[in-house]
T-cell receptor, first 114, second 112 residues
Framework: AQSVTQLGSHVSVSEGALVLLRCNYSSSVPPYLFWYVQYPNQGLQLLLKYTSAATLVKGINGFEAEFKKSETSFHLTKPSAHMSDAAEYFCAVSDRGGADGLTFGKGTHLIIQP | DTGVSQDPRHKITKRGQNVTFRCDPISEHNRLYWYRQTLGQGPEFLTYFQNEAQLEKSRLLSDRFSAERPKGSFSTLEIQRTEQGDSAMYLC??????????FGPGTRLTVL
Protein backbone atom coordinates (compact mmCIF):
# COMPACT_ATOMS: atom_id res chain seq x y z
CA ALA A 1 0.00 0.00 0.00
CA GLN A 2 1.18 3.49 -0.75
CA SER A 3 1.31 6.31 1.77
CA VAL A 4 2.54 9.88 2.16
CA THR A 5 3.91 11.63 5.22
CA GLN A 6 4.21 15.40 5.32
CA LEU A 7 6.37 16.56 8.19
CA GLY A 8 5.06 19.69 9.85
CA SER A 9 1.38 20.59 9.72
CA HIS A 10 2.37 24.28 9.80
CA VAL A 11 5.48 25.96 8.40
CA SER A 12 6.17 29.65 8.90
CA VAL A 13 8.76 31.59 6.89
CA SER A 14 9.54 35.24 6.36
CA GLU A 15 8.81 36.88 3.04
CA GLY A 16 11.85 36.44 0.82
CA ALA A 17 13.15 33.42 2.73
CA LEU A 18 13.56 29.87 1.47
CA VAL A 19 10.49 27.66 1.53
CA LEU A 20 11.00 23.95 2.29
CA LEU A 21 8.02 21.62 2.64
CA ARG A 22 8.82 17.99 3.37
CA CYS A 23 7.21 14.91 1.86
CA ASN A 24 8.17 11.27 2.31
CA TYR A 25 6.38 8.45 0.54
CA SER A 26 6.15 4.71 0.53
CA SER A 27 5.27 2.73 -2.56
CA SER A 28 5.86 -0.84 -3.67
CA VAL A 29 6.52 0.25 -7.25
CA PRO A 30 8.21 3.29 -8.80
CA PRO A 31 5.86 6.08 -7.88
CA TYR A 32 4.40 9.07 -9.58
CA LEU A 33 4.52 12.01 -7.16
CA PHE A 34 2.59 15.26 -7.11
CA TRP A 35 2.43 18.53 -5.22
CA TYR A 36 -0.87 20.39 -5.14
CA VAL A 37 -1.72 23.77 -3.59
CA GLN A 38 -5.09 24.68 -2.12
CA TYR A 39 -6.19 28.23 -1.37
CA PRO A 40 -9.07 28.81 1.08
CA ASN A 41 -12.43 27.54 -0.16
CA GLN A 42 -10.97 26.42 -3.46
CA GLY A 43 -10.06 23.15 -5.12
CA LEU A 44 -6.56 21.84 -5.61
CA GLN A 45 -4.17 23.21 -8.21
CA LEU A 46 -1.26 21.17 -9.51
CA LEU A 47 2.14 22.70 -8.77
CA LEU A 48 4.32 19.97 -10.25
CA LYS A 49 4.63 16.23 -10.81
CA TYR A 50 7.36 13.60 -10.99
CA THR A 51 6.90 10.91 -13.62
CA SER A 52 10.25 9.05 -13.56
CA ALA A 53 11.99 11.39 -15.97
CA ALA A 54 14.24 14.09 -14.47
CA THR A 55 14.62 13.85 -10.69
CA LEU A 56 14.51 17.65 -10.31
CA VAL A 57 11.09 18.88 -11.31
CA LYS A 58 10.22 22.51 -11.90
CA GLY A 59 6.67 23.68 -11.42
CA ILE A 60 4.60 26.80 -11.47
CA ASN A 61 5.11 29.93 -9.36
CA GLY A 62 8.83 29.25 -8.90
CA PHE A 63 8.42 25.97 -7.01
CA GLU A 64 10.53 22.90 -7.61
CA ALA A 65 10.92 19.47 -6.04
CA GLU A 66 13.62 16.81 -6.09
CA PHE A 67 12.90 13.08 -6.15
CA LYS A 68 15.36 11.15 -3.97
CA LYS A 69 14.75 7.42 -4.19
CA SER A 70 17.29 6.55 -1.50
CA GLU A 71 15.51 8.82 0.97
CA THR A 72 11.99 8.13 -0.39
CA SER A 73 11.49 11.88 -0.39
CA PHE A 74 10.00 14.51 -2.66
CA HIS A 75 10.49 17.80 -0.83
CA LEU A 76 9.09 21.04 -2.26
CA THR A 77 11.22 24.19 -2.32
CA LYS A 78 11.05 27.80 -3.43
CA PRO A 79 14.07 30.11 -3.12
CA SER A 80 12.16 33.21 -2.08
CA ALA A 81 8.75 33.20 -0.43
CA HIS A 82 6.04 35.63 -1.47
CA MET A 83 2.98 36.62 0.51
CA SER A 84 0.79 35.05 -2.17
CA ASP A 85 2.35 31.63 -1.42
CA ALA A 86 0.38 31.38 1.82
CA ALA A 87 -1.84 28.33 1.34
CA GLU A 88 -2.22 24.62 2.11
CA TYR A 89 0.16 22.30 0.27
CA PHE A 90 -0.48 18.62 -0.34
CA CYS A 91 1.90 15.91 -1.50
CA ALA A 92 0.33 12.92 -3.27
CA VAL A 93 1.48 9.57 -4.64
CA SER A 94 0.21 7.22 -7.31
CA ASP A 95 1.59 3.84 -8.24
CA ARG A 96 -0.30 3.68 -11.52
CA GLY A 97 0.91 6.78 -13.26
CA GLY A 98 -1.77 9.01 -11.80
CA ALA A 99 -4.48 6.99 -13.48
CA ASP A 100 -5.94 5.79 -10.20
CA GLY A 101 -7.03 7.49 -7.05
CA LEU A 102 -4.23 9.55 -5.54
CA THR A 103 -3.09 9.05 -1.95
CA PHE A 104 -2.57 12.41 -0.27
CA GLY A 105 -0.65 13.52 2.78
CA LYS A 106 -2.37 15.49 5.51
CA GLY A 107 -1.08 18.77 4.15
CA THR A 108 1.20 21.56 5.32
CA HIS A 109 -0.14 25.02 5.98
CA LEU A 110 2.42 27.58 4.78
CA ILE A 111 2.42 30.89 6.63
CA ILE A 112 4.36 33.84 5.25
CA GLN A 113 5.48 36.45 7.77
CA PRO A 114 5.90 40.01 6.42
CA ASP B 1 -11.58 24.54 -21.51
CA THR B 2 -13.67 25.86 -18.63
CA GLY B 3 -12.27 23.58 -15.94
CA VAL B 4 -14.03 21.15 -13.65
CA SER B 5 -17.24 22.53 -12.18
CA GLN B 6 -19.24 21.32 -9.20
CA ASP B 7 -22.73 22.13 -8.05
CA PRO B 8 -23.77 23.16 -5.49
CA ARG B 9 -20.79 24.81 -3.83
CA HIS B 10 -22.39 24.58 -0.42
CA LYS B 11 -25.09 22.31 0.96
CA ILE B 12 -26.59 22.33 4.44
CA THR B 13 -28.88 19.47 5.30
CA LYS B 14 -30.42 17.78 8.30
CA ARG B 15 -29.32 14.37 9.47
CA GLY B 16 -31.22 11.63 7.70
CA GLN B 17 -31.86 13.57 4.50
CA ASN B 18 -30.52 12.55 1.10
CA VAL B 19 -28.25 14.84 -0.88
CA THR B 20 -26.92 14.76 -4.44
CA PHE B 21 -23.92 16.56 -5.87
CA ARG B 22 -23.03 17.09 -9.50
CA CYS B 23 -19.64 17.27 -11.20
CA ASP B 24 -18.98 18.39 -14.78
CA PRO B 25 -15.48 17.39 -15.91
CA ILE B 26 -13.26 19.07 -18.45
CA SER B 27 -14.67 18.16 -21.84
CA GLU B 28 -13.08 15.08 -23.41
CA HIS B 29 -11.60 13.93 -20.11
CA ASN B 30 -12.58 10.30 -19.88
CA ARG B 31 -11.66 9.75 -16.24
CA LEU B 32 -13.59 11.27 -13.36
CA TYR B 33 -12.73 10.96 -9.67
CA TRP B 34 -14.48 11.73 -6.38
CA TYR B 35 -12.62 12.54 -3.17
CA ARG B 36 -13.68 13.56 0.32
CA GLN B 37 -11.73 16.07 2.39
CA THR B 38 -12.42 16.64 6.09
CA LEU B 39 -11.10 19.59 8.05
CA GLY B 40 -7.36 19.49 8.52
CA GLN B 41 -6.88 16.42 6.33
CA GLY B 42 -5.83 15.70 2.80
CA PRO B 43 -8.35 14.49 0.23
CA GLU B 44 -9.30 10.81 0.47
CA PHE B 45 -10.14 8.85 -2.66
CA LEU B 46 -13.72 7.58 -2.95
CA THR B 47 -14.23 6.29 -6.48
CA TYR B 48 -13.44 6.82 -10.14
CA PHE B 49 -14.97 6.30 -13.56
CA GLN B 50 -13.52 5.70 -16.97
CA ASN B 51 -16.20 6.90 -19.33
CA GLU B 52 -19.41 5.50 -17.81
CA ALA B 53 -17.79 2.53 -16.07
CA GLN B 54 -17.09 2.75 -12.34
CA LEU B 55 -13.69 1.06 -12.09
CA GLU B 56 -12.74 1.37 -8.45
CA LYS B 57 -14.43 2.11 -5.14
CA SER B 58 -12.69 2.85 -1.87
CA ARG B 59 -13.80 1.10 1.30
CA LEU B 60 -14.68 4.63 2.47
CA LEU B 61 -17.62 4.50 0.06
CA SER B 62 -20.25 2.96 2.32
CA ASP B 63 -23.50 1.57 0.97
CA ARG B 64 -25.16 4.94 1.69
CA PHE B 65 -23.02 6.46 -1.05
CA SER B 66 -23.65 5.95 -4.74
CA ALA B 67 -22.00 7.53 -7.74
CA GLU B 68 -23.04 7.48 -11.37
CA ARG B 69 -21.77 8.73 -14.67
CA PRO B 70 -24.52 7.61 -17.00
CA LYS B 71 -23.33 9.01 -20.32
CA GLY B 72 -19.66 9.29 -19.59
CA SER B 73 -19.87 13.04 -19.15
CA PHE B 74 -21.12 14.56 -15.87
CA SER B 75 -21.29 12.54 -12.67
CA THR B 76 -23.48 12.60 -9.57
CA LEU B 77 -22.65 11.54 -6.04
CA GLU B 78 -25.60 10.76 -3.79
CA ILE B 79 -25.49 10.29 -0.05
CA GLN B 80 -28.52 8.67 1.51
CA ARG B 81 -29.57 9.07 5.15
CA THR B 82 -26.83 11.60 5.84
CA GLU B 83 -24.96 11.49 9.14
CA GLN B 84 -22.99 14.22 10.88
CA GLY B 85 -19.81 12.36 10.03
CA ASP B 86 -20.55 12.96 6.36
CA SER B 87 -19.82 16.67 6.80
CA ALA B 88 -16.85 17.36 4.53
CA MET B 89 -15.72 18.92 1.28
CA TYR B 90 -16.48 16.64 -1.67
CA LEU B 91 -14.00 17.15 -4.50
CA CYS B 92 -14.28 16.03 -8.09
CA UNK B 93 -11.37 15.71 -10.49
CA UNK B 94 -11.01 14.70 -14.11
CA UNK B 95 -8.18 13.54 -16.34
CA UNK B 96 -7.24 11.82 -19.51
CA UNK B 97 -6.03 8.31 -18.85
CA UNK B 98 -2.65 8.34 -17.06
CA UNK B 99 -2.44 12.07 -16.89
CA UNK B 100 -2.79 14.90 -14.42
CA UNK B 101 -5.96 15.10 -12.35
CA UNK B 102 -7.59 18.53 -12.45
CA PHE B 103 -9.77 19.38 -9.48
CA GLY B 104 -12.99 21.30 -9.20
CA PRO B 105 -13.76 23.83 -6.44
CA GLY B 106 -15.59 21.26 -4.32
CA THR B 107 -18.98 21.01 -2.63
CA ARG B 108 -18.96 21.70 1.08
CA LEU B 109 -21.54 19.59 2.92
CA THR B 110 -22.72 20.43 6.42
CA VAL B 111 -24.99 17.93 8.15
CA LEU B 112 -26.84 19.34 11.14
Amino acid sequence: AQSVTQLGSHVSVSEGALVLLRCNYSSSVPPYLFWYVQYPNQGLQLLLKYTSAATLVKGINGFEAEFKKSETSFHLTKPSAHMSDAAEYFCAVSDRGGADGLTFGKGTHLIIQP
Amino acid sequence: DTGVSQDPRHKITKRGQNVTFRCDPISEHNRLYWYRQTLGQGPEFLTYFQNEAQLEKSRLLSDRFSAERPKGSFSTLEIQRTEQGDSAMYLCASSLVQNTQYFGPGTRLTVL
